[in-house]
């Protein structure tokens, strides 16, 4: 159908740079529809398509690359953490479906909704199963069971980046993006306690994720906290939290 309102727009009087802006479409679609046209007649605008055989990406193939996504690569045998385009198209070849290229495999992600992501890193708790169920349950019953006047924290140490991170931006044409950073990376590192309570965050800023940090939180919780009778910290395995100087402040 464009093809053919492409004809017609150049039959009218309309150069190919004026039909392609009114019909959204490349200069080249029109060129190429106007020539077949005047070398064929109207034959030559039919869907030269239908000749190509059955359709690759059917509802199989989407079932199918749907049920690999849920699952990554290691699942299946492959040395990679995460999915690519190529190697989606391998995979389904292997599950005897028909073989597709990297553009075809892209439309088919697209008719699914799927997007292209950050993996999220994450590092597995090295007790076993019951040790960890326990040692939550002691925290569950540490919330519940406390009295109010004394205090549960969740203690954590964090590394803040100054220099920002340049990712990418829409721009128009001839444009480009100015970030300013500081140079070299700079860093901050927080500490904070979290009243599971109350929500309230108490935290304190170092240039150092040494012991002097937490012994600065330190002294703001016990400063914030002066009438309770017992402060409860939930830590994990940092190395400030059990250093000789911590424990001579503590």
């Keep these: 159908m464009r093809q053919c309102m492409a004809v017609a727009a150049v039959g009218r009087g309309a150069s190919c ?19 077949r046209y005047r070398e064929d007649g109207r034959g030559a605008l039919r869907d030269r398509r239908e000749g190509n ?9 989407r079932e199918r690359l749907a049920r690999v996504l849920v699952g990554t690569p290691e699942d299946w ?12 198209c391998l995979e389904l070849e292997r599950r005897g ?17 799927a997007r292209r ?13 019951w040790k960890r169920r326990r040692r939550l349950y002691e925290l569950k019953c540490l919330h519940a069971h406390t009295p109010p006047e004394e205090p549960v924290l969740h203690v954590d140490e964090v590394d803040i980046h100054l220099n920002p991170k340049v990712g990418h931006d829409w721009c ?9 950073t500081p140079g070299n990376n700079q860093k901050r590192f927080l500490a904070g306690a979290l009243n599971v309570r109350t929500g ?8 150092s994720k040494a012991s002097d940090l937490f012994i600065q939180l330190l002294w703001r919780l016990a400063g ?17 939290h059990t250093s000789l100087k911590t424990l001579k402040f503590s």
Excluded at 17 to 35: H, I, K, P
Excluded at 77 to 88: A, F, K, S
Excluded at 172 to 180: F, N, W
């Design 17 to 35: 740079n004026a039909a392609a802006r009114e019909l959204g479409c490349a200069t080249s679609t029109v060129v190429g529809a106007v020539l």
């Design 53 to 61: 055989g059955q359709r690759k990406v059917d509802e199989r193939f």
């Design 77 to 88: 045998g492959w040395c990679r953490p995460t999915w690519t385009r190529e190697l989606l």
């Design 97 to 113: 479906l028909p073989q597709v290229s990297v553009a075809t495999m892209g439309r088919a992600l697209t008719w699914l909704g």
């Design 117 to 129: 992501k950050a993996a999220r890193p994450i590092v597995k708790c090295p007790w076993p199963a």
């Design 172 to 180: 128009l044409p001839g444009q480009r993006r100015v970030v300013v």
């Design 200 to 207: 309230k965050l108490t935290w304190v800023e170092g240039k």
């Design 224 to 240: 914030e906290y002066r009438r309770a009778r017992r402060i409860h910290l939930v830590l994990d395995n940092a190395a400030v």
